[in-house]
């Protein structure tokens, strides 16, 4: 119980209990309310603090809260203490998965997720719409690879800006991880972008409308370039190892765009002839990709500073193509 008052006290002055007792439309729309609120609490208790540290725990107290209730709730079920602020602790649960489905680094166990699914499942809200974000947001499209200006305006409009923030966050989020597997390069640089926003975020360098507005430049950075490889005659793996040969910037002022896109077309051209189902999984399949790649490079002199990481990183792309083009020919 005294678990149970912590988070209940982070609520303090707002009504969740429509998400309890409602309708499931009204269940969702309390829902949506109680993460805004929640996001909001958080900001101005990391406002308070004065180290970063203390403001990264101040981001993480709701959260923190709520699984070490979920722990005691666990231990107490049968008792009727515990049964009677069931559906509190699975809405609390509900607020708390879709926060952490949306942090950067943030992971929830499936255990934990059915736990909070189980306490409102009952009363005919589903599990996609306990948990996603995106939904209790309003916004319906989820693919950030047709994000149009006009969609980027509707986010703009969102009367809840924090629930605004969290959803864009979350596209993004599934949009660099989806392109680490298939651009090193372009995926790192994305996700440094985002960590670095969350980060001056967290530490109150920036309002939340800022960050919408930083984060909104990074969706549409993440959608032009997709049209880059069009516009320079490459195919979208040609692009990626030209990212990662242009990565050193040695090699970009002593050799040339062309030059690399030579080297890019050739990589691709030797893996895809070289590639088999089970490359991945035998080490002598890789050791030949690796000496495949090392011999293309050294033909083409690259990299012209003898710059080691700059090699290992092309073979990090070499890794990545070979794996999408093994589970393809599955």
């Avoid at 909070?116 to 995106?134: S, Y």
């Amino acid at each position: 119980m005294e678990k149970y008052e912590v988070v209940r006290g982070m609520f303090h002055g707002h009504d969740y209990s429509l998400g309890i007792s409602g309708q499931p439309q009204q269940r969702l729309v309390a829902l949506a309310d109680a993460i805004d609120w929640i996001l909001k609490w958080q900001e101005q208790e990391a406002a308070k603090a004065t180290s970063l540290d203390d403001k990264k725990r101040a981001h993480r107290r709701f959260s923190d809260a709520v699984l070490e209730l979920s722990k005691a709730y666990a231990l107490a079920s049968a008792s009727d203490k515990a049964r009677a602020v069931r559906d509190e602790v699975g809405f609390f649960q509900a607020v708390r998965a879709a926060l952490v489905k949306t942090t950067a680094t943030g992971k929830m166990s499936d255990r934990a997720k059915s736990f909070a699914v189980e306490q409102l499942l009952n009363q005919a809200v589903a599990n996609a719409e306990i948990v996603d974000i995106l939904k209790a947001a309003g916004i319906k499209s989820p693919d950030i690879s047709i994000l149009s200006d006009e969609f980027l305006a509707d986010i703009q409009k969102l009367e809840k800006k924090n629930l605004a923030l969290e959803a864009l966050k979350k596209l993004l989020n599934g949009e660099i991880k989806s392109r680490s597997r298939s651009n090193v390069v372009e995926a790192r640089s994305f996700s440094q972008r985002l960590e670095e926003a969350v980060s001056r975020y967290h530490a109150n360098a920036i309002s939340t409308v800022e960050m919408i507005q930083e984060l909104i430049a990074l969706a549409k950075d993440i959608k032009a370039s997709a049209a880059r490889g069009e516009e320079q005659g490459l195919s979208p793996e040609e692009v990626a190892f030209y990212d990662a040969l242009a990565e050193n910037e040695s090699a970009v002022e002593a050799m040339g765009s062309e030059q690399l896109r030579v080297i890019a077309h050739e990589l691709v051209e030797q893996m895809r002839g070289s590639a088999t189902v089970d490359w991945q999984h035998k080490a002598t399949a890789r050791a030949r990709m690796r000496i495949l790649v090392k011999r293309i490079l050294k033909k083409y002199g690259y990299p012209p500073d003898l710059e080691q990481e700059a090699v290992q990183t092309v073979l990090a792309q070499a890794e990545v193509m070979l794996r999408e083009v093994a589970t393809t020919a599955r």
